[in-house]
């Protein structure tokens, strides 16, 4: 069983940062994702564990960097530039697999418990 934990959501004005991490206790992609209130979930980027090679959806890139640590035990998702349309909930999810489309939601078997990201205008 992979166990994943999010932290670092808050409330920020428009144009700040956050960073958010996520602790986990293996992965082969982790993957990071939001889900505002009426809207489908979204995937934002991913990391492979092997060579850290990175992913990024186009509403996100140039705005948003992951990255994992040496330990590879924890990945962060530094959030800059932020706009209120970034305001959702952000979840991070793991998978043991190789995948062919990480930044979809299906390819994860693992998901943490989300925290809260408020942009205000």
């Known amino acids: 069983q992979v166990q994943l934990m999010e932290s670092g959501g808050g409330s920020v004005q428009a144009g700040g940062s956050l960073r958010l991490s996520c602790a986990a206790s293996e992965y082969t992609y982790l993957g990071w994702f939001r889900q505002a209130p009426e809207k489908e979930r979204e995937g934002l980027a991913a990391?492979?564990?092997?060579?850290?090679?990175?992913f990024y959806s186009d509403s996100v890139k140039g705005r948003f960097t992951i990255a994992q640590n040496n330990a590879k035990n924890t990945v962060y998702l530094q959030m800059n530039s932020l706009k209120p349309e970034d305001t959702a909930m952000y979840y991070c999810a793991a998978t043991r697999f190789l995948v062919n489309r990480p930044l979809r939601d299906n390819e994860y078997s693992y998901w943490g418990q989300g925290t809260q990201v408020t942009v205000s205008s």
């Open positions: 990391i492979y564990v092997g060579d850290g090679t990175t």
